[in-house]
């Protein structure tokens, strides 16, 4: 099965993908030790590899489930779901927080010169007809992939938007719009968007599905089926399938439950970890989620407090020798409070989950643009705060889209008239066909964070200190460096 071979990597090449040494090895046996006692009694020896627990760059991840089915004889896990070799754990790793991060896909090229199941050309390489023939082909090829973790979604333009797309033609992504795109029906036309694997565990708590909303919390099975047509070159998944699919994504849950600095996440009364998640999705009081019950669901939008698993933390060292455990605990209850007190609760609204409430909330952050003339652009935020030159170095790699109000019949070149719009991805305008939507992307959920980099919808943030730097930038947040290091070591966290 897919997934021991990731577990087995994992464990052969010790803590963050680092080589083998003695001290990865104890500090393995280590962390295994103080977590095992947490991994569930309901699953199976041989399912250890898809529930965990797993160590990550922050500590150690698990992932849960109270439904003994859904395990690995999941069609999730199957690559009969499609036609291509690839199945949905190709890019969504038990011990990568269902998600896939960016040292794991170099590996995979490297073992297999690039004909692993992970590279192919509908939808992991930058162009659909890339040249494969070659080892040194494949790696121009899957370009994206390896260095910013992204796919590719070929999406089809909306019926009668009210923009129109300047078409244009590059060697490393082709001819855009696409009229020949393997994801999309004969004849359609498609935009490429590159954009990060969501984590596919924790989809109880969700609003808007993937990162456009294009798809129904409610409808979970066309969600399915829509994604291993496009991405697996599905002829034909079941109905019995695809409901299988997706009861396992909204059956099971992951986080981390180990700190590398904090420790024992639920240590000295903190909730956090894997197994509040499944409390809190069966709890009556559970967050307000599209799933919830609707008697006992009242949506709050701009939560004061959003997140209070660490509450307890806050007065540790006040009460306990002040070691450095105790002041790593302090750390992240700092970190938390500033998250409460900030511009973060209002898009993610939702109590110790971290997501929006609302189904219909995107937001547009800027990350989609590198153009100078537009005010919340990355270039302009690079001009202001130089610590944003990461992200916008690795947003450049990206195509670029020109869109033009319908309205506007002048025969200019697009992006010479006020009303054009530069960006690397529509976002929701290509759900809505509103140019007013272009950029806009869902919050997503918070928890299960820190494992999966890099960040954002497209790769930008490289890691979580790019992450804030952002923020801090974007909003102008004014963090002290203190400040910065309680932010970062609070989402380590998550």
Not at 7 to 22: N, Y
Not at 110 to 133: I, K, Y
Not at 289 to 300: G, Q
Request: glycine share 8%.
């Amino acid at each position: 099965m897919k997934s021991r071979r990731g577990f087995a990597r994992l464990l052969g090449t010790g803590l963050a993908g680092t080589s083998p040494s003695s001290s990865n090895s104890a500090v393995l046996a280590l962390i295994v030790t103080l977590v095992g006692t947490l991994v569930m009694t309901s699953v199976a020896a041989d399912e250890q590899d898809i529930f965990g627990p797993f160590p990550d760059a922050s500590g150690t991840l698990q992932s849960a489930t109270g439904d003994p089915s859904l395990n690995g004889s999941n069609p999730f896990f199957n690559d009969r779901l499609g036609t291509n070799g690839q199945a949905c754990v190709t890019c969504h790793q038990p011990d990568q927080g269902f998600t896939i991060n960016v040292p794991f896909i170099q590996e995979r090229f490297e073992a297999s010169g690039g004909l692993d199941p992970l590279f192919r050309t509908n939808d992991t390489a930058d162009r659909p007809d890339a040249d494969v023939s070659t080892v040194e082909a494949r790696r121009d090829a899957f370009k994206l992939f390896s260095e910013l973790g992204i796919i590719r979604i070929g999406k089809t333009l909306p019926a009668n938007p009210d923009f129109m797309v300047a078409s244009q033609e590059s060697l490393q992504f082709g001819v855009l719009p696409n009229l020949n795109d393997p994801q999309a029906p004969s004849g359609s036309s498609t935009l490429s968007l590159f954009r990060r694997p969501l984590v596919n565990t924790n989809v109880h708590f969700d609003s808007a599905v993937l990162w456009d909303g294009r798809a129904d919390i409610h409808n979970m099975r066309a969600q399915v089926k829509n994604a291993a047509r496009g991405l697996l070159l599905s002829q034909n998944v079941s109905d019995a399938d695809a409901d299988a699919v997706a009861a396992f994504m909204l059956g099971v849950f992951s986080g981390q439950i180990f700190d590398n600095n904090a420790g024992n996440l639920v240590a000295r009364g903190a909730t956090a970890g894997v197994f509040n998640l499944q409390e809190l999705a069966v709890d009556p009081a559970a967050p307000c989620t599209p799933l919830a019950s609707p008697a006992t669901c009242t949506p709050i939008f701009a939560n004061p407090e959003t997140i209070s698993l660490f509450d307890p933390w806050a007065s540790v060292p006040s009460k306990l020798p002040n070691n450095a455990r105790n002041t790593d605990r302090a750390t992240v209850a700092r970190g938390q409070m500033l998250f409460n007190s900030l511009v973060c609760v209002g898009c993610h609204a939702t109590t110790n989950i971290g997501n929006n409430p609302d189904p219909t909330f995107f937001i547009r952050l800027g990350l989609d643009s590198r153009d100078i003339n537009d005010p919340i652009s990355l270039a302009v935020l690079a001009a202001q705060d130089p610590r944003v030159n990461s992200l916008l170095d690795r947003v450049k790699m990206l195509p670029e889209y020109c869109l033009r109000p319908a309205s506007d019949t002048s025969n200019t070149p697009c992006g010479s008239d006020p009303g054009d719009v530069r960006t690397t991805d529509p976002g929701r305008a290509m759900v809505t066909g509103f140019i007013f939507d272009v950029g806009e992307f869902k919050p997503p959920i918070l928890r299960n964070l820190s494992t999966r980099a890099p960040f954002f919808h497209n790769g930008a943030a490289a890691t979580l200190d790019d992450l804030v730097n952002f923020y801090n930038a974007r909003f102008g947040l004014g963090l002290s460096d203190q400040q910065h290091n309680d932010l970062v070591a609070f989402l380590h966290t998550l």
